[in-house]
């Protein structure tokens, strides 16, 4: 029922208030006969948040039907959280604030705003880790074989990077760095992972193409890398393996000064010693899982390519050395295949090995 204003001014009284002091609308507040609390979710953001909204950015929630549900901004991911609240939380959509202006000569009046809901819990955004594990299970079901294999793989799911971003809980900029971590490649308007064998052999086909011409493994040009291996690979895949093992070193233009086209200008590349010497042990390790360690370092330093030093801190989070058992093991335990969630990941690991150093167990928590 509407209030009139003597009613309001009873009330004004009774609270030993003056009218002066008040706006000249007044605001009767009353509840809607059918309250609409499911339609509606009220979210809380910090201040970051509100004003990336207002900035006209997006919140995106994502996660698949079974999945606790994330929100993400373009490059961070929060858990979304249900808080309950012992207050009623009253939802009028047509309240006004009172922010405006008024003329003093006005009369005052009184209007009546509904109450469309009232809740009793809201959202709230806590950060959190981005969920990428689904990323690499996506990726492994069409790894890329070559083109010989690719009539085989017809009917394999491939995915476009909107396609991932719509299953993985991560931000895109997240799920692009991870992306880059799972060295995958993007072949024909789809990202693929190489196949481990695959890789493998294009790895060793650029490294004896580099000994054949006597290179720096400092100072290798890519163009003529790629020029000649590209009747034997993709050229996407051989620059894929140059990004994945060997970092831009300089860029020189063709004709030998210093001005010209950059896009006509050499570009070299500088070896990663590390990412090699890692790939090679892995090369190693992966069939047999369980290696002498003895035997192990022997192989692997013959593996590599010459001048390269092994060093085991280029293997961590790869493999674990059983110092107890005589002779000692070396054991392929890669921390990708670790489950995501932190305490299983910590069961899992103490089963493996009951005593760890903080060294030794850092590759794999962080």
Not at 53 to 60: A, Q, R, T
Not at 108 to 134: G, N
Not at 224 to 238: F, K, N
Not at 337 to 349: F, V
Request: glycine fraction near 4%; proline fraction near 4%.
């Amino acid at each position: 029922m509407m209030r009139s204003l003597q009613e309001v001014d009873a009330v004004v009284e009774c609270a030993k208030l003056h009218t002066d002091d008040l706006c000249k609308e007044t605001q009767a507040i009353f509840f809607h006969s059918e309250l609409d609390n499911e339609s509606i979710k009220l979210m809380e953001l910090e201040p970051n948040l509100l004003e990336y909204l207002e900035e006209g950015n997006s919140l995106i929630i994502r996660g698949e039907m079974l999945d606790h549900a994330v929100v993400c901004t373009d490059s961070e991911t929060f858990e979304l959280k249900k808080a309950e609240t012992s207050n009623s939380l009253l939802l009028l959509p047509e309240l006004s604030l009172g922010y405006a202006e008024e003329d003093p000569s006005a009369e005052r009046t009184v209007s009546a705003k509904p109450v469309s809901a009232v809740l009793h819990h809201y959202f709230e955004l806590r950060p959190c880790k981005p969920r990428l594990r689904r990323l690499q299970t996506l990726l492994a079901e069409a790894p890329y074989r070559g083109k010989l294999h690719e009539s085989e793989s017809e009917d394999i799911r491939k995915l476009t990077f909107e396609e991932m971003l719509s299953s993985v809980q991560a931000s895109e900029k997240e799920t692009r760095a991870e992306l880059k971590v799972l060295q995958a490649c993007y072949i024909d308007g789809y990202y693929r992972t190489l196949d481990f064998d695959y890789m493998s052999s294009v790895l060793s086909k650029v490294l004896s193409f580099i000994e054949e011409n006597s290179w720096d493994c400092r100072r290798v040009p890519s163009r003529e890398t790629l020029d000649v291996l590209q009747e034997l690979e993709p050229r996407e895949v051989l620059q894929h393996c140059l990004d994945c093992f060997a970092e831009q070193s300089s860029s020189t233009p063709t004709g030998g000064g210093g001005g010209g086209d950059t896009e006509d200008a050499e570009i070299f590349y500088r070896l990663d010693e590390d990412k090699i010497c890692r790939f090679f042990a892995e090369e190693l390790l992966r069939p047999t899982r369980n290696f002498n360690f003895k035997e192990f370092l022997l192989t692997w330093q013959q593996a590599v390519p010459e001048g390269f030093s092994t060093s085991l801190d280029q293997i961590q989070g790869l493999a674990l050395i059983d110092r107890t058992s005589r002779p000692e093991v070396i054991k392929y335990f890669p921390a990708s295949e670790l489950p995501e969630d932190l305490s299983k990941r910590l069961a899992a690991l103490f089963k493996a090995k009951e005593k760890w150093t903080f060294e030794e167990i850092k590759p794999y928590i962080e």
